[in-house]
C-alpha cells in the first residue's frame, strides 16, 4: 500500500536560519508529489508540486523541493525562515491509479526570533 | 486562481441535529471535489471523493447514510452531517480539482462542534 512519512513531528529554527523538512514515500512507481501548508484552523495551500521533469521544484514563499527517485524523498527547503512560515507542512502523494492524496503526518514548524 | 470557499467555517448546534457544509470552486470548474476530516494533530483522512453528477464513493469505515455528499454542480459540492452526535465534532474540509492531472485547492475548513 501506497504510504508517506514525515519523520520529524516537530522542528524549531531560527529566523533567518535554512529548513528541511523530509518526506519519504512508498509507492511501486513515480508519483505525483505535493507539498502544502496550514496554518492553525485554516485549509491547505500548496507550496509546489512535482509531476515529471526537472527534479528539482521552485514553489511559492522561497519554498523548493527536490524529488529523488533513488530516495523515494521529496524533501521541502527553505534557504532562509521568516517568522511566517510557522505552521504544519504536509507532504501528499496522489499514487495516480488510485487518484487520491495520501498524506503524512505532517511536520510542524516553530520559528524563534 | 484557484480559490475554494468552504461555508460556514464554523458551526455550533445541538446533538441530533443535522449540519450542512458547502464547497464551492469559485474561479475554475471542479469535476472531482474531495472531503477530509481532521482530527486535533493529526492529518487529513479522506472521507470520500465527489464527481459531478455521480455519486459519492466513500472511504472504508464512512459511513454514506451519516455524512451525506451531494455534488450536483462544477462548482458546488455539499456535505450533509445526519444526526450529529459529539463523536462528529471536528475540523472538515473540502477540496476541488479541475482534472485529474492536476493538484487539489483546498477551503479554509469548517469547525463542527456537536454539544
Known amino acids: 500500500a501506497q504510504s508517506v512519512t514525515q519523520p520529524d513531528i516537530h522542528i524549531t529554527v531560527s529566523e533567518g536560519a535554512s529548513l528541511e523538512l523530509r518526506c519519504n514515500y512508498s509507492?511501486?512507481?513515480?508519483?505525483?508529489l505535493f507539498w502544502y501548508v496550514q496554518s492553525p484552523g485554516q485549509g491547505l495551500q500548496l507550496l509546489l508540486k512535482y509531476f515529471s521533469g526537472d527534479t528539482l521544484v521552485q514553489g511559492i514563499k522561497g519554498f523548493e523541493a527536490e524529488f529523488k527517485r533513488s530516495q523515494s524523498s521529496f524533501n521541502l527547503r527553505k534557504p532562509s525562515v521568516h517568522w511566517s512560515d510557522a505552521a504544519e507542512y504536509f507532504c501528499a502523494v496522489d499514487a495516480r491509479r488510485a487518484d487520491k492524496l495520501i498524506f503524512g503526518t505532517g511536520t510542524r514548524l516553530q520559528v524563534f526570533p | 486562481g484557484a480559490v475554494v470557499s468552504q461555508h460556514p467555517s464554523r458551526v455550533i448546534c445541538k446533538s441530533g441535529t443535522s449540519v450542512k457544509i458547502e464547497c464551492r470552486s469559485l474561479?475554475?470548474?471542479?469535476?472531482?471535489m474531495f472531503w477530509y476530516r481532521q482530527f486535533p494533530k493529526q492529518s487529513l483522512m479522506l472521507m470520500a471523493t465527489s464527481n459531478e453528477g455521480s455519486k459519492a464513493t466513500y472511504e472504508q469505515g464512512v459511513e454514506k447514510d451519516k455524512f451525506l455528499i451531494n455534488h450536483a454542480s462544477l462548482t458546488l459540492s455539499t456535505l450533509t452531517v445526519t444526526s450529529a452526535h459529539p463523536e462528529d465534532s471536528s475540523f472538515y474540509i473540502c477540496?476541488?480539482?479541475?482534472?485529474?492531472?492536476?493538484?487539489?485547492?483546498f477551503g479554509d475548513g469548517t469547525r463542527l462542534s456537536i454539544l
Open positions: 509507492y511501486g512507481a513515480t508519483p505525483y
Open positions: 474561479d475554475f470548474q471542479a469535476t472531482t
Open positions: 477540496s476541488a480539482r479541475q482534472v485529474s492531472n492536476q493538484p487539489q485547492h
